[in-house]
């Protein structure tokens, strides 16, 4: 929960982050055994609402849009995070709704 307080993240990243914690201070045989509680955490979070992959990947695509960047730099950023392929799709698509081509406007926005 502190990791949620600190950090916007998507179920994936989220588990990948709980592993790699278990990893570091129980070792790896533990770390498997962590599994189902992850697992049972992460979707105790989905259900209140803690997690959505659609809103984070939304807000996200936004926000590195603002910063320059391409919708294909975007979408593997989004990837990268652990985000699936419809809710990347969905923020994509959002981001071509808003009117502007979002290229046109990440190479307007880019740092030189």
């Given at each position: 929960?502190?990791?949620?307080?600190?950090?916007?993240?998507?179920?994936?990243?989220?588990?990948?982050?709980?592993?790699?914690?278990?990893?570091?201070?129980?070792?790896?045989?533990?770390?498997?055994?962590?599994?189902?509680p992850i697992a049972a955490l992460i979707a105790r979070?989905?259900?209140?609402?803690?997690?959505?992959?659609?809103?984070?990947?939304?807000?996200?695509?936004?926000?590195?849009?603002?910063?320059?960047?391409?919708?294909?730099?975007i979408a593997a950023g989004l990837a990268a995070k652990?985000?699936?392929?419809?809710?990347?799709?969905?923020?994509?698509?959002?981001?071509?709704?808003?009117?502007?081509?979002?290229?046109?406007?990440?190479?307007?926005?880019?740092?030189?």
């Amino acid at each position: 929960m502190s990791y949620l307080g600190r950090f916007a993240s998507s179920a994936e990243n989220l588990r990948r982050v709980l592993r790699r914690r278990a990893r570091r201070r129980a070792g790896a045989e533990a770390a498997r055994a962590a599994d189902a509680p992850i697992a049972a955490l992460i979707a105790r979070y989905l259900a209140a609402g803690l997690l959505d992959d659609a809103a984070y990947a939304a807000a996200r695509a936004r926000a590195r849009l603002s910063r320059g960047e391409s919708l294909r730099r975007i979408a593997a950023g989004l990837a990268a995070k652990g985000v699936g392929a419809e809710e990347r799709a969905d923020a994509l698509n959002a981001l071509r709704e808003d009117g502007a081509d979002p290229d046109a406007v990440a190479a307007l926005l880019a740092p030189e």
